[in-house]
């Protein structure tokens, strides 16, 4: 599972001399592990957040409680400030962040395969929406598989290496 996409986002860091953190929901780790996965990881990956329940997303990755009242756990507010959240709270160049519904049944009126990912960096904070078909598995391994080309992506796009992460 995105083995070919983790090995060169762990490259491309690597080169650049950045790092990566994590705050996960529905992947429960999975995106950290995948990257960690890869030899050489250790070199960019500072750490994650797995913040499954609604109170931890707060308490842990700094997600405000009003906004999280307000829009629910699942909502691209939610993926922006878990990416801000786990880049500032772990010291990394990057952070990513991932919410949404695996399945079986909708959360809070929100479909089953509704992802929202958030990737905060040097040049600020995006999100990404994407609507994934399949299983709970599917669902959660196509969240990471999506996670990792953006980050990617926009690791690649970035022009200037943000130096040596804060720590």
Known sequence: MGAGDAARLVAALAERGETVASAESL?????????????GASAVLRGGLIVYATDLKASLAGVPS??????????PDTARALADGARSRCGADWGVGLTGVAGPAEQDGVPVGTVHLGFSGPSGTTVTT???????ARVRRGAVETALRGLLDRVSANREPSGPSPR
């Open 130 to 136: 994407v609507w994934l078909d399949g299983d709970r």
């Open 27 to 39: 992947t429960a780790g999975l995106f950290a592990a995948t990257i960690a996965d890869v030899p």
């Open 66 to 75: 009003g906004e999280l009242n307000r829009n629910g756990p699942v909502h």
